[in-house]
């Protein structure tokens, strides 16, 4: 049997960016396949099918080959449209006083289980010749981030890997478009642990409107989009800017107790 509609995986889709970008495969048609480690996972899932997709969740950390492997098998036979590969999270406070784990944490989810994600999928829509790629990077990638450094360079390696895999997958009928946010409102600076950091308690972008800039890349195609216009300032800036006072910028705006200064 044909399914009529087109499925998408989006993945940390309990909350957030992944939410939203949720929302809008679901205001535009597609089915959901959605994952997330906790089993807000399954609340996220029963408020998106609301709006008429049918919606599966799975629950798996996505840190891990199990985990990534799990979300790839409950697919099963089903062509997969769209991939969005959001899941991420940051960890705040100096590099050599973070938890070794913790930081690990961070580049298995963020890199690891991302690309490893991508490949499994990316595999069959290069061979169906079809499928569209959304990977959430983040201007951090643009910024060596201090107090945040092993995040930042997280997301410095996805940005420059989507507009590898954009370019490796010319021709194929397979489009791999970048969402750059900035500092957005969503539970990221509370689970980094960097309430006390004036970045956290800045003015921050809507995440629903973050979603529709990157899903609307997605749709056309795109290769990259930084959300909203302050960003795309700040982005144009920190290519011409010194990287050591990029640093700089970023201590003062991450740095623990920054937020009381
Ligand atoms: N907020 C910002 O300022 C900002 C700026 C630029 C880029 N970003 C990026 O945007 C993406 C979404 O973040 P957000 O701001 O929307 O934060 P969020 O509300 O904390 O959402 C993060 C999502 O990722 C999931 N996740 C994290 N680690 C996971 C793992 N190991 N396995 C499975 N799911 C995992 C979380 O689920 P669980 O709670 O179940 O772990 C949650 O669904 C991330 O890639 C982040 O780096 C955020």
């Not at 991508?118 to 595999?123: A, D, E, F, N, T």
């Not at 981030?145 to 490796?168: P, T």
């Not at 972008?205 to 990157?214: F, R, Y």
């Amino acid at each position: 049997m044909i399914d009529p509609r087109p499925l998408a995986i989006v993945t940390g889709a309990s909350s957030g960016i992944g939410y939203e970008l949720a929302r809008c495969c679901a205001a535009h048609g597609f089915d959901l396949l959605i994952a997330a480690d906790e089993p807000a996972i399954e609340e996220a899932a029963n408020r998106l099918r609301l709006l008429g997709a049918d919606v599966r969740a799975v629950q798996a950390d996505l840190a891990t080959r199990a985990g990534v492997a799990a979300l790839h098998a409950a697919v099963g036979e089903r062509p997969i449209d769209a991939l969005l590969a959001n899941a991420g999270h940051g960890l705040g406070k100096a590099f050599l006083d973070q938890d070794f784990d913790e930081l690990r944490h961070v580049i298995d989810t963020n890199i690891t289980g991302t690309i490893d994600l991508i490949q499994r999928v990316g595999r069959g829509m290069r061979a169906r010749g079809t499928g569209r790629i959304l990977i959430t990077g983040s201007t951090a990638g643009f910024v060596p981030g201090s107090f945040q450094a092993v995040y930042n360079g997280s997301k410095a390696f996805i940005d420059s890997f989507a507009l590898a895999l954009r370019n490796e997958l010319k021709g194929s009928g397979v489009s791999v478009t970048c969402l750059m946010p900035g500092a957005t409102n969503t539970g990221f600076f509370e689970r980094a642990d960097m309430l006390d950091t004036k970045i956290a308690q800045s003015d921050k972008d809507d995440p629903a409107d973050v979603a529709k800039d990157g899903f609307e890349a997605m749709m056309k195609g795109d290769s990259d989009v930084v959300s909203g216009w302050k960003n795309k300032l700040t982005t144009a800036l920190a290519s011409v800017t010194p990287a050591e006072l990029l640093a700089e910028q970023h201590r003062r705006m991450a740095e623990p107790g920054s937020a009381r200064r």
